[in-house]
């Protein structure tokens, strides 16, 4: 083999490795890691209903067993009457012992309504209502990212830390290592 000959095969070789050098570039171009620009976590609030109940101690008036208040107004009379008619003579005495009776029945009338609205009985009652626990769920990680100069956003189940890997131009998401982000 002359000199030309070598020469040209070794031009030859080094076109032909450049040319497949420059082929293999665009993959040594290609991102390896698309940047996060933001994580934030997704999650779905949940309200579960539950029934509380309690024992409440109450106060209610008392069922009234005499309406019109007769016994009242009868005591109140005859004590009335009896003090009226301690007073004066003839019929002064007379008159009084009718206003003693009518004021005794007036004021026995009062006391026993006084003593009836007092009058409570006290009952335990069960009182019920519907509270709700609201508790949150997480259903991954909306992650804003940068890849190749274009902005995209994709749902996640795990925090990808601060890159996300770029296979072929495409994410690749897997979970960080164990212990890590």
Do not use: W
Request: glycine content about 14%; aromatic content about 4%.
């Amino acid at each position: 083999m002359d000199r030309s000959m070598v020469r040209n095969i070794a031009l030859a070789s080094f076109a032909a490795g450049l040319v497949a050098g420059t082929a293999g570039c665009d993959g040594l171009n290609k991102p390896k890691f698309a940047d996060v620009v933001s994580v934030k976590e997704a999650k779905e609030t949940i309200r579960t209903p539950r029934e509380v109940c309690e024992d409440v101690v109450v106060q209610k008036k008392a069922p009234v067993k005499d309406e019109h208040r007769l016994t009242g107004k009868i005591v109140g009379g005859v004590a009335g009457g009896v003090i009226g008619h301690q007073i004066g003579g003839g019929t002064g005495q007379t008159v009084a012992t009718i206003a003693g009776a009518a004021g005794g029945a007036y004021v026995g009338n009062k006391v026993q309504k006084n003593m009836q609205d007092k009058d409570v009985v006290t009952t335990t009652e069960r009182r019920c209502k519907t509270v709700e626990d609201v508790s949150e769920k997480l259903l991954g990680y909306d992650v804003a990212y940068k890849l190749d100069g274009k902005d995209g956003t994709v749902r996640l189940a795990f925090d990808p830390g601060r890159q996300i890997p770029v296979k072929d131009g495409q994410l690749v998401p897997t979970p960080p290592a164990a212990g890590g982000k």
